[in-house]
C-alpha cells in the first residue's frame, strides 16, 4: 500500500423523497441561491418547480441559470458566473446529472475572480475559495456530486479539461434514486458504463491496495447485477438506488485510497471521441475501454483474472484465459443493456480515423501508469472498429 | 435499500513514517495542546518524544496527561478536562489505541462543559461544541479514529457506556502502520476480533444494502487473509497497513449506509465481559459473536452463507451447511491468530454464570434487531463455555 491521505467532507442525504429537504438544507447556508439546471427535463419532470417551492418556504430567493449542454462548456459557466454575482449568490444549487454539477463547481469557483472559470482549468489560476454548493443529483454517472474534481469542455479549442481542488467539494448532495425514474434507458446505461469505467480507471492505476481491488470488483459485480433490472425496469426502486449508490461510490476517492493514483488514459482518449463527435462519455467509454484493455492486457492478466473470478464467477481456467473471458463478458454486458462497444454503432465510421489520431496527438493522450504513443493510440482505435 | 444521510469529515493521513507530520498538521489548530497517552508503550516506544518534538517545530506547547487504562475510566477524562482548562489548551492530542482516543474524545467535549463527562454517556447533557481532536492511532481495532463514537467506563457502577455525537468527529487521524509494530500478538488478535466483530454487527442490521455486504464481506476476507501474516510477522510493513485500514473501514460509518443500524447486541453482551473481568474488548467479542450467530443462525442463515462464499470460498453444500461452515471457520480462524472463543481460555469458569446473566438482565442486554430477554442470554451464555 502507498501512503495516502482522505478527506471528504461532502454529507450525503440518499433516499426517496430526500429531494423535499432542499429548503432546511439551502437555509443553513444563506438566502439568496443560483439555480443551475441543463436543458428541459427538470422543469419537465415538475422537479425544478418542486425544488422552487422547497426553497420558498425557507424564504431562500432564487435566480435560475438553464440550459446546460450533456458535454457542459466553460462559456456557459462564464455567463452563469455573471447571474451569480448579479443576484449577489450565497450559494449554488445544481439540479441535474454531471454536467450541470460540474458547471456548478466552475460557478461556485469563479463567483470570487474575475477571469474566465477557464482559467482554472488550463492551470492558470487557483481558486482560493468558493461558495457552498449544493447538489440534487438526477443522473447516477459521474460521481461528481461526492469529489472535488469538475470537467468541462471547449468546444472552438477541441479540448476538454478536468480541474480538482478541495474547495469545491459539494457541502451536500442530496441523491434520490425516485428522481432517476425518468432517466431514458440509453443515458441510464452510459451511466452504468461510466460508473464502471472509474472503477476500472482507478484498479488499473499505481500500487496495490487489496482493499481498494476488492471494493471495484464488488461495485462492478453489482453494477452488473443490477445493470439489466434497471433497464428493464426504470421505475424499480431497489435497482435505481442500487446503481445510483454504485456510481457516487465508484469516485469518491476512498477507492484509491492506498494506491498511488489511477491511471486514466482511457478517459482522456475518450474525451477525443466526446469532443470530436459529441458522443456521451459513458458511450464512449464502452468503447474505448474493452479495446485499451485488449491492447495492455499483457501488463494486467492477473489483475483482469482476479475481476473475471469476482464479477463474473469465472474460477476455471488459466489466468491469461481468465484475463480474455472478463473482457468478453464485460462487453456482452454492454450490448445486453445497449451501450456500444464498437465506434460504428455510434456511427463513426474507419474514415474517421485520421482525424481522431491528430486530436489523440495533439493532447499527448496517455495514461499515468500506462503511457501511450502514437502506435498505441492507433492499435487501440483499430480494436474499436 | 433505507434512506440515509452520511457525512464523515475526518481527514486521514496514512502511510509510513507519517507521524512526523503531527506538528505541522496540529499547527492549522493553535498553539497548546493537551496530549493523552496510555500507560507507558508511547514512552516506552520512543513515539511520545517524537510527536513532542514535532509539536516543539511548530512551537505548540503541550501538557501531557499519561495512564489511560485499557478499558477506560470516566474519572480519568475528568481528571484530562482539569489539566486541559487549566493549560487552556486549543485542542486535543491522543497518541494510543482506541482507549486513548475515546477519551480523548471526552476530554475534547467536556473542556467546554463544567459538569462531569459522564452526564454526556448518561444522556443527561449534550455537547455544543469540542476542542479540535488529533489522533495518532497505535492499535488497529475499533475504528473510534474515524468517527464519531466513544465508548467509556464507569467501575463503581458496573456500566459501560457509549456515546455519539458529530462534534467528536476527528479533525485529523494519523495512521502510521509503523506504530503497530511493537503491538504484542495477543493485541494485534484482540484487534482484528474487533474489527470483524464491528462488520457483523452492521451486517446483521436492519434492512438490505448490497454494495455494505459486498464490503463487509471484503474487510472479514482480507482481515482472514492477512491476520496470520501479521501474527507471524510483526514487522511486516504490508500486513499491517492492511489490517490498520481494515480495521478504520470497519467502523468509519461507511458500511451501515442503507441499512436503517446495525444490530450492536453481540458488544453490548461483551460490555458485561470486560466490566465484570476487565477482559480486553475483542477477545470478548471473539467469545461472544460465535456464539451469538449459533444462536440466532436460523434467522440470518443465507446471510451466513454469503459471507461463507466470499470469506472462505465455500460454494459447497446447502445453505445451511454453509452457514453452519462459516461459523465453524471463523471460529477456526480466531483459534489461528489466539484469541479465545471460549470463556475458560479467557480463565472465567462455570460457577461465574449468575454473576454474568445479572449482570446482562441488569443492563437489559438486548440487539437492535435481534432482541433478546434472559433466555437468550442463558442460551448464548451456554454456548461459550
Known amino acids: ?15 426517496k423523497n430526500e429531494v423535499d429537504r432542499i429548503g432546511s438544507e439551502a437555509a443553513l447556508y444563506g438566502k439568496k441561491a443560483i439555480v443551475l439546471i441543463g436543458r428541459g427535463s427538470a ?29 457542459p462548456l466553460y462559456e456557459d459557466a462564464d455567463e452563469a458566473v455573471q447571474f451569480a454575482k448579479e443576484f449577489g449568490a450565497d450559494m449554488v444549487i445544481a439540479v441535474g446529472g454531471g454536467s450541470v454539477i460540474d458547471t456548478a463547481k466552475a460557478v461556485a469557483m469563479g463567483f470570487y475572480v474575475e477571469h474566465s472559470v477557464w482559467d482554472f482549468y488550463l492551470q492558470k489560476s487557483k481558486p482560493e475559495k468558493a461558495l457552498p454548493l449544493i447538489n440534487i443529483l438526477t443522473l447516477a454517472a459521474t460521481g461528481t456530486e461526492m469529489n472535488s474534481s469538475t470537467v468541462l469542455q471547449d468546444t472552438t479549442g477541441g479540448m476538454k479539461k478536468g480541474f480538482s481542488s478541495p474547495h469545491i467539494f459539494p457541502k451536500l448532495s442530496i441523491l434520490d434514486p425516485t428522481l432517476t425514474y425518468t ?28 482493499l481498494s481491488d476488492h471494493y471495484i470488483a464488488s461495485i462492478i459485480k453489482l453494477a452488473v447485477e443490477y445493470g439489466p433490472k434497471v433497464i428493464a425496469e426504470p421505475e424499480n426502486y431497489d435497482a435505481r ?11 469518491n476517492g476512498s477507492l484509491v485510497n492506498g494506491k498511488g493514483n489511477g491511471d486514466w488514459g482511457s478517459h482522456l482518449y475518450e474525451h477525443t471521441l466526446s469532443v470530436l463527435y459529441d458522443i456521451p462519455h459513458g458511450a464512449g467509454l464502452s ?18 483474472a482476479f475481476l473475471a473470478e469476482i464479477v463474473f464467477g469465472i474460477h476455471q481456467g488459466t489466468s491469461q484465459e481468465k484475463a480474455s473471458a472478463f473482457i468478453t ?21 474507419e474514415t474517421e480515423m485520421n482525424r481522431i489520431l491528430e486530436n489523440l496527438k495533439i493532447n499527448n493522450v496517455s495514461g499515468r501508469v500506462y503511457s501511450m504513443n502514437e502506435n498505441d493510440h492507433q492499435a487501440i482505435l483499430e480494436k474499436m472498429w
Open 241 to 251: 438506488a442500487n446503481i445510483m449508490w454504485l456510481a457516487t461510490n465508484a469516485l
Open 329 to 349: 463478458k464485460l462487453e456482452e454486458f454492454y450490448c445486453s443493456i445497449n451501450t456500444p462497444v464498437r465506434l460504428k454503432q455510434a456511427h463513426i465510421e
Open 287 to 304: 468503447i474505448v475501454f474493452p479495446a485499451w484493455m485488449k491492447h495492455f492486457s499483457e501488463k494486467f492478466e492477473h489483475k483482469l
Open 43 to 71: 422543469k419537465k419532470t415538475g422537479l425544478y418547480a418542486r425544488v422552487i417551492s422547497s426553497l420558498n418556504m425557507y424564504s431562500i430567493k432564487s435566480v435560475t441559470y438553464e440550459g446546460i449542454k450533456s458535454n
Open 1 to 15: 500500500m502507498e501512503n495516502f491521505s482522505y478527506h471528504n467532507p461532502t454529507k450525503i442525504i440518499f433516499g
Open 183 to 210: 432517466v431514458p434507458a440509453d443515458y441510464t446505461a452510459y451511466g452504468i458504463a461510466d460508473l464502471i469505467a472509474h472503477c476500472l480507471e482507478v484498479y488499473f492505476g499505481k500500487g496495490d491496495s487489496p
